[in-house]
């Protein structure tokens, strides 16, 4: 039997999620898959997408290629754009969707010959100061770019910073920054992520481009009605392996930080930050035992953690343990761990997949293995 790691995906639940995220923008839809998907499975989740998707974004072209190779035929952008020059051909070749954020970039565009001219998404650097355009340089770079032969569509985008807190200073800001240096220039417009199309209306424009939500996870660190309305993707689940009663005064994992202040029964779960867990979780972090909620105590390792199952009346070796998903919520770990879902999604790592499928594919259970 193989270690008994493993997350399960729901394609349903990943198409519904978008279906909402599409209702709320009331224009067209980007689904973001990433860092493949957030660990889901970039090919797999636009396949379950792509009848309903109107579009795709991933970060780098090794990313948009795997996609293309899947079938997937809806236009992809890259996030980041081109990183060389030599990049276009592929671009060209694989009709992708660019986003341009600086000015060598534009000067690589004039000099390349391609087969067609490409969609350019523009990005205005609005108060993020990562990368785009400075508002001021915003009218001139457009006007470089719709000059250029080697460009069709011009989208006007930006990327917004605070979206996801309760201060929406900085974000209505930005948002008044995009409208005023926007303003006279034609085109469709990009500025929305999964909480700036849940929280802002003024931000959805043409384009929005969720992700954290397509997964069923809430973009905000704060409870709010959106979790009522999703779906968890992921469910992370592993079993009980080992357990055995210790004594008061016995000290749980590496560096002794749990003491058992009574007669306690001990479950090891296969599970640990190799895993992409997250070590610092804090002892008292739930986790699912047959369906109910136990603390884990002591440090989290590389392969294993400990949970205190002398609460459960009745548990046994090979029981299913739940670390996450929809009856316990990955925002939850996170704040036990002090970071984020995003983090603790895209850190998943050497555990199987298995996929149920979506009403729209084959009614049978897929199965991946883990990437090296």
């Known amino acids: 039997m193989s270690r008994p790691a493993k997350a399960i995906i729901n394609l349903e639940a990943l198409r519904q999620n978008y279906l909402l995220a599409k209702e709320i923008s009331e224009g067209k839809v980007i689904a973001i898959v990433k860092a493949d998907a957030y660990s889901h499975g970039a090919t ?61 970039q534009i000067q690589a565009i004039a000099k390349a010959r391609l087969a067609q001219p490409l969609r350019v998404w523009l990005k205005m650097d609005t108060g993020m100061s990562r990368v785009g355009f400075l508002p001021g340089q915003y009218h001139d770079v457009w006007q470089q770019l719709k000059a250029l032969p080697q460009v069709s569509d011009i989208v006007l985008m930006s990327h917004l910073a605070c979206a996801d807190e309760p201060d929406i200073s900085h974000t209505m800001q930005q948002l008044e920054t995009f409208e005023e240096y926007t303003l006279g220039l034609p085109g469709e417009k990009s500025i929305a992520n999964s909480a700036g199309l849940i929280a802002f209306p003024n931000a959805r424009a043409q384009w929005s481009r969720p992700g ?80 109910q909620r136990v603390p884990l105590v002591g440090r989290v390792s590389m392969d294993m953690l400990a949970v205190d199952l002398t609460e459960l009346n009745e ?58």
Not at 62 to 75: D, H, M, N, V
């Open 212 to 291: 954290l939500m397509l997964y069923g996870v809430s973009p905000f660190p704060e409870s709010h009605t959106i979790e009522q309305r999703l779906t968890p993707v992921m469910e992370l689940h592993s079993a009980i392996i080992s357990i055995k009663n210790i004594s008061p005064g016995s000290t749980v994992g590496y560096g002794s930080t749990w003491i058992a202040e009574r007669p306690t029964r001990l479950g090891i779960v296969a599970m640990g930050y190799a895993d992409g867990y997250p070590r610092h979780a804090k002892n008292g972090t739930p986790v699912l035992v047959n369906g």
């Open 44 to 104: 797999v989740c636009a396949q379950a997408l792509a009848d309903i998707a109107d579009a795709f974004a991933v970060a780098c072209i090794e990313e948009a290629l795997e996609l293309r190779e899947a079938g997937i035929s809806q236009p992809i952008i890259l996030l980041e754009g081109f990183f060389d020059a030599a990049e276009l051909q592929l671009i060209d070749q694989y009709q992708l969707d660019t986003v341009v954020h600086h000015e060598g």
């Open 315 to 372: 548990t046994s070796i090979g029981d299913d343990v739940i670390l996450w998903g929809a009856q316990l919520p990955i925002s939850e770990i996170a704040r036990y761990a002090d970071t984020i879902p995003y983090q603790l999604l895209c850190n998943l790592n050497r555990v199987p997949i298995e996929y149920l499928p979506a009403k729209a594919t084959q009614p049978e259970l897929q199965e991946t293995e883990p990437d090296s």
